[in-house]
C-alpha cells in the first residue's frame, strides 16, 4: 500500500515522503495513529499544491514542541507511594502516574509519550525520558517518596 506520512517515523521516512508499506502496518499502526494517510490521486495533488503549508504547519509544531521539552526538562515531579522494606514500594510508579502528574502540572503528555523502559519501585530520584514530538525528547526528573502516614 502506498502511504503518504504525516510525521517523521523512525526506519521508515520523513514528513511527507511517499512509502510502500504492507497493508496490516498501515491500516493498524500508521493509521490509527495519525502518522500516514493513504496515497490516493487526490492526496497526491493535494500534498504538491499544499507541502510548503504543512513544512511551515510542521515547522511551528516543532518549535512549540521543543519548548514544551524545555519546561519539561526544567520540572521537577514528586510522588509519594507507601513503602514496604528497604525503600521498596508497596506497588510501583508507572508511565500512567508520571503522565497524571504531569497533566496536574498543565503538560498535556500522554502515557505512550513516558519512555519507562520499567516502572519504578525503589525510593530515589529518577530521570525519566518524555518523547514530546518527533525527534523532541525531554528528561523529567521524577522523585519517589515515602507516602507520610
Do not use: H
Not at 499544499?50 to 519546561?71: C, P, V, Y
Not at 522494606?85 to 500522554?110: C, H, M, P, Q, T
Amino acid at each position: 500500500m502506498e502511504i503518504i506520512l504525516k510525521a517523521d517515523v523512525p526506519k521508515l521516512g520523513k514528513l511527507l515522503d511517499i512509502v510502500q508499506v504492507k497493508n496490516g502496518y498501515a491500516r493498524n499502526y500508521l493509521f490509527p495513529r495519525s502518522l500516514a494517510m493513504p496515497a490516493t490521486r487526490e492526496a497526491k495533488r493535494a500534498l504538491e499544491k499544499n507541502r510548503e503549508a504543512m513544512e511551515a504547519q510542521f515547522r511551528k509544531e516543532l518549535a512549540a514542541s521543543e519548548d514544551i521539552a524545555t519546561k519539561i526538562s526544567a520540572t521537577q515531579i514528586t510522588i509519594e507511594r507507601s513503602v514496604v522494606e528497604n525503600e521498596r514500594l508497596y506497588g510501583s510508579v508507572s508511565a500512567s502516574d508520571i503522565a497524571a502528574a504531569l497533566k496536574g502540572l498543565g503538560f498535556n503528555i500522554a502515557k505512550r509519550q513516558i519512555a519507562l523502559t520499567e516502572p519504578i519501585k525503589q525510593l530515589g530520584n529518577y530521570s525519566v525520558p518524555v518523547k514530546v514530538f518527533s525527534g523532541v525528547e525531554a528528561t523529567l526528573s521524577v522523585w519517589v517518596t515515602n507516602k507520610a502516614t
